[in-house]
């Protein structure tokens, strides 16, 4: 029986209460798991998991560190561990600047506040009782070496399938295993068009390609050349231009986009190159988030 991978969930204003239906859908089909993003309170989404479904694993993937201190964080996620009986995974990264600028937060240098933060959180277990696996947001070989250093795992969001051997070259031999968590966020769209599929990944990702932290990773992964044309057009204020300047290379790359069968051929890709927990972000062509989950649901069953 082919393994079916994890699914990324987020709870949109108005439609929570559909979300948790569709979390118990998710369950019945024998999904991998449920992760869910920073936006739309991953942890109180985690919380409803913890009681609508009764066995599927779920966490945050990822929750930001610079949103609650390590007291509050450590707490929840302690509640979240026992009340799930182990199910939950605490997936912590230090999101990025327009997020953070939201947030009025100040955040220092990545690893040394990841470090920080996480020696705080487990030293107040000492009052709220066994914290869950921690999952650090990785990108660069610096925060995955710290992941294999401090965490039980690491997770990417809209990482290079060529690159991941180099990025888990980071870990030690020690940390290479089922015990170790390795994710990643693949944003995924299945059509039979795969021009108008491939248009709604790259739409998807035009954001992120404002980011300097991404566009850094994606030069490490072989794609200065992309990268170098998005910052010159940036530096013009030509913003609408970055879709066309995405690669057919890169987005195969970093998405998964065709038909049923091509995207589940694409989940085989991940794990081969050393992925243990693909996690499908769907996006549709056709509608919203309800309407990608059910293409998601019918392309698995």
């Known amino acids: 029986m082919v393994k079916l991978p994890a699914l990324a969930l987020a709870s949109v204003p108005g439609r929570r209460l559909a979300t948790l239906e ?9 999904f991998s798991g449920i992760y869910c993003a920073s936006f739309g309170d991953a942890m109180g989404l985690c919380l409803s998991l913890a009681h609508t479904t009764k066995t599927l694993h779920f966490g945050t993937a990822i929750a930001n560190i610079y949103a609650r201190t390590a007291f509050d964080m450590g707490q929840a996620a302690a509640y979240l561990h026992e009340v799930s009986r182990g199910r939950f995974r605490l997936g912590l990264g230090v999101s990025h600047a327009p997020a953070n600028a939201r947030l009025g937060a100040h955040p220092g240098k ?7 933060y996480l020696e705080a959180v487990r030293a107040g277990s000492k009052v709220y009782g066994e914290l869950p696996p921690v999952v650090l947001a990785t990108l660069r070989r610096k925060m995955v070496g710290l992941a294999a250093e401090l965490a039980e795992g690491a997770v990417w969001a809209n990482a290079a399938r060529s690159h ?8 030690p031999p020690e940390r290479r295993g089922e015990k170790f968590f390795v994710g990643n966020m693949i944003p995924t769209c299945i059509d039979e068009d795969l021009a108008a599929a491939a248009a709604v990944n790259r739409k998807t990702l035009s954001g992120y390609l404002l980011l300097p932290n991404y566009r850094n990773y994606w030069k490490e992964a ?31 790359d970093t998405t998964l986009y065709g038909n049923a069968s091509q ?9 081969a190159a050393g992925v243990t927990t693909p996690i499908v972000v769907p996006s549709s062509t056709r509608g919203g988030q309800l309407k990608a989950f059910e293409e998601v649901l019918t392309g698995f069953a």
């Not at 991941?164 to 870990?171: N, R, V, Y």
């Not at 072989?222 to 995405?246: H, I, T, W």
């Not at 995207?263 to 794990?271: F, T």
């Open 222 to 252: 072989g794609y200065l050349q992309e990268m170098e044309a998005v910052e010159a057009a940036l530096a013009k204020g030509e913003r609408e231009r970055l879709p066309s300047l995405m690669s057919d290379r890169w987005l195969q």
């Open 164 to 171: 991941m051997a180099a990025s888990l070259a980071a870990l």
């Open 263 to 271: 995207v589940r051929e694409g989940i085989e890709a991940w794990r």
């Open 22 to 30: 569709l979390a118990a859908e998710i369950e019945r089909r024998g």
């Open 110 to 116: 990545p690893l040394s506040d990841m470090r920080a």
